[in-house]
C-alpha cells in the first residue's frame, strides 16, 4: 500500500481555498457597488458644490443698443447714402426725401406772411382816413344841431313849421347815427391791428404765419434724415429709392457702438447670493479663447414670464412649479480687442458672489 505525499493537499483543503476565493470575489464585487456609485454620488455633489462662490449660467446674450430711425416726414425716397453695417457717426445724411412739397408749403408761407404785412398797411390806412370822417361827422352833427336850434327859436315865434323842425330833428339825428359809425370803425381797424399780451410787439395774423412759415422750414430740414448716434447701420434692404416714406415708419436701425452689454438670465435660487458690483467673468461661444472681465450692473425687476406677452397664469388645479429665470445686467469692463462684440451672440457667465 503506497504512502500519501504529505505535500499534496487535500480535498478539504482545496475545497477550502475555493470557499475562501469565492469569498474574496463576492467581497470585491460588493465592494464595486458600493464604491463606484459613491464615487459617482461624490463626484456629482463636488461638482454641484465645488464653487460655493460662483453662480453660472449658459442662458445670456450680448445685447446692445439699437435705435430705429423713421421719418418725421411723409415723402418719397429719392436718396440713400449708406449701405448694409457702414459704420456712420452721429450727424451723417442717412437719406433724403422728395423735399418738393415741403418748398411749396415754403413758398404758401411767404406769400401768408406777405399778406398779413399789406393788411396790416391796409388797416393802418383804415384808421387814418376814418380818423378824419370823424373830425367831418363832428362837424356836420355841429352844423345840424345849430340847424335845429335856428328851427326851434322861430317855432316859439310862430314863424316856422312843424315838418320843418322834424326835418331839422332828423339832420340831428343822421348826424349822430354817421359820427358813431364812423368811430365804430376806427375802433375796429384798431382792435385789428392791436398786438396780445401772448405776442407782445407783434400783430396775431403775422405772429401765426410766421409759426406756418416756421413748420414748414422744419419739414423741409426733416426731408434729410441723419444719423442720431454713432454705429453700425442694419436693415437697409428695407429702404429703396423711389418708396414712400410713413412718419413713425421704422426704414432702418443703427446699432449704437460702445453699449454692449451681457443679459444673462439666472434662476432665481441664485440671487440670494448676488449684488450689484459683483465682478463676472463672461466667455463668447463665438470666440472660444476669448475671456471677458465685468461685473453685475443690475438685478432685473421682474422674471422673464411676467414681461412676455402672454403671461403665466398659473391659477389653475394642473399647475406645476418651475424655477423662474431673472434677467442680469453684466456690464463688460474689458475690451474685446478685434472682435466684434455682435448683438445676439450667446454667453457662459459666471458671476463670483464670494467678490474675488
Keep these: 500500500m503506497a504512502e500519501a505525499d504529505p505535500f499534496k493537499p487535500s480535498a478539504a483543503d482545496s475545497a477550502e481555498g475555493e470557499r475562501r476565493k469565492a469569498t474574496r470575489s463576492k467581497r470585491l464585487r460588493l465592494a464595486a457597488m458600493l464604491i463606484v456609485p459613491a464615487l ?17 449660467t449658459d442662458n445670456a446674450y450680448v445685447k446692445q443698443d439699437i435705435v430705429s430711425i423713421a421719418g418725421e416726414v411723409n415723402g418719397l425716397v429719392v436718396a440713400v447714402n449708406v449701405h448694409e453695417n457702414q459704420q456712420v457717426k452721429a450727424g451723417d445724411v442717412l437719406f433724403r426725401i422728395d423735399p418738393t412739397s415741403y418748398e411749396v ?53 310862430g314863424f316856422n313849421t312843424r315838418a320843418r323842425m322834424d326835418e331839422a330833428q332828423h339832420a340831428v339825428a343822421s348826424a349822430r347815427d354817421r359820427l358813431a359809425s364812423v368811430a365804430a370803425e376806427v375802433e375796429k381797424a384798431r382792435a385789428q391791428l392791436a398786438t396780445g399780451a401772448q405776442v407782445p410787439g407783434q400783430n396775431p395774423q403775422v405772429a401765426a404765419a410766421q409759426a406756418t412759415r416756421s413748420k414748414a422750414a422744419l419739414d423741409l430740414t426733416r426731408t434729410v434724415v441723419r444719423a442720431p448716434v454713432s454705429g453700425r447701420v442694419t436693415q437697409v434692404n428695407r429702404l429703396q429709392i423711389g418708396q414712400m416714406v410713413f412718419t413713425g415708419v421704422p426704414m432702418l436701425s443703427i446699432v449704437r457702438e460702445g ?25 463668447l461661444d463665438a470666440y472660444p479663447g476669448l475671456k471677458l472681465k465685468g461685473h453685475v450692473d443690475s438685478i432685473g425687476a421682474g ?27 453684466i456690464a463688460i469692463d474689458s475690451s ?11 454667453a457662459n457667465v459666471t458671476v463670483h458672489v464670494d467678490g474675488k
Design 40 to 56: 459617482i454620488v461624490g463626484g456629482a455633489l463636488a461638482w454641484w458644490f465645488g464653487s460655493p462662490g460662483e453662480v453660472s
Design 105 to 157: 408749403a415754403m413758398r404758401q408761407a411767404d406769400a401768408q406772411i406777405a399778406s398779413a404785412q399789406a393788411n396790416i398797411t391796409a388797416l393802418s390806412a383804415d384808421v387814418g382816413a376814418n380818423a378824419a370822417n370823424i373830425a367831418g361827422a363832428r362837424d356836420d352833427l355841429a352844423l345840424a344841431e345849430a340847424q335845429y336850434a335856428r328851427e326851434k327859436a322861430l317855432l316859439d315865434r
Design 259 to 283: 453699449g454692449a452689454r451681457v443679459e444673462a438670465n439666472f434662476k432665481e435660487t441664485d440671487l440670494a447670493r448676488m449684488r450689484s458690483g459683483q465682478p463676472a467673468d463672461v466667455k
Design 303 to 329: 422674471t422673464g414670464s411676467e414681461f412676455s406677452v402672454l403671461p403665466a397664469q398659473n391659477a389653475t388645479g394642473n399647475w406645476v412649479k418651475v424655477t423662474q429665470r431673472v434677467p442680469v445686467r
Design 336 to 346: 474685446s480687442g478685434d472682435r466684434p462684440l455682435i448683438a445676439g451672440l450667446s
